[in-house]
């Protein structure tokens, strides 16, 4: 199903709660998507009510759910295609964000990260893989968090800078059915204070691949259009500095065409990693 039409049922049918995603940490629930009789469509989703939204220090309370609609937008409009279509609408606990849900594998269940990225001992390490950070399991053995070198993942890479994600974990990705790679929960996303926090590091100081400085290029021109889609819908999502240090990070990252160091002065990998 493309984009427009998962949109159309995402803001028309019924969300009718059917449980919890426990290991959240913002009340998420998996959602049918159903029509006027109450009869499943044979959709899911994901509904993250504002109202359930656990209280952060550094992010405007009650933003969460716009955070990850701006995200989709952002994803779509640059052409990554990367983010599940995703819409602001009112739920059975009140407003929230819908988010269309991602059909995989059932083989692929037991890994939440579709095989992108994994713990291992340095000698197993996979050819081709780009190690990330160094560790050690409880018996001092050593250990490495590394993840694949795959075209899809740097796209992801590239979007996370732009998306300035303070949260991409290894269980953020994966692949539908189709093999799609799809990125999610992006609500600690956009904010104007570099906070990238990524297991994606192992790209750093390599050159962008071309398609996506394509992609950064069309982002630009969409956010400088103001009376276009994308800037628009982003004045009701995201406050003007916000969306200033959004279109001054798209000009960063477009002009320097690498993907940056990670930082020193502070923590820049998720917790926890999965």
Not at 10 to 25: I, K, M
């Amino acid at each position: 199903m493309d984009d427009d039409a998962a949109l159309e049922l995402l803001h028309t049918l019924t969300v009718e709660p059917v449980g919890v995603l426990t290991q959240a940490s913002n009340l998420t629930l998996l959602v049918d998507l159903t029509d006027a009789q109450g009869e499943p469509s044979g959709h899911r989703a994901v509904y993250k009510p504002v109202k359930g939204e656990r209280p952060l220090h550094d992010f405007p309370p009650a933003s969460l759910g716009r955070r990850e609609v701006a995200a989709y937008l952002i994803s779509r409009a640059g052409g990554f295609d990367l983010v599940p279509p995703t819409v602001l609408r009112e739920g059975p606990l009140g407003p929230g964000s819908v988010q269309w849900w991602v059909e995989q594998d059932p083989q692929r269940l037991a890994d939440p990260a579709a095989g992108l990225v994994d713990v291992v001992v340095p000698e197993d390490l996979p050819e081709g893989w780009c190690p990330v950070v160094q560790a050690e399991d409880e018996h001092g053995r050593a250990l490495v968090v590394a993840h694949a070198d795959d075209p899809g993942l740097r796209s992801m890479a590239v979007l996370d800078l732009v998306l300035n994600n303070a949260d991409r974990k290894a269980a953020h990705l994966t692949r539908d059915t189709q093999g799609r790679l799809r990125g999610f929960d992006h609500g600690v996303s956009l904010h104007e204070e570099d906070k990238l926090r990524t297991v994606l590091w192992g790209f750093a100081e390599e050159p962008l691949p071309a398609p996506d400085l394509e992609r950064l290029d069309v982002l630009s021109h969409a956010l400088a259009d103001a009376d276009g889609t994308l800037a628009t819908r982003l004045t009701t999502l995201l406050s003007e500095v916000e969306r200033e240090a959004l279109a001054a990070r798209v000009s960063r990252v477009r002009e320097e065409a690498t993907f940056p160091p990670a930082p020193t002065d502070r923590y820049p990998l998720p917790w926890p990693l999965w």
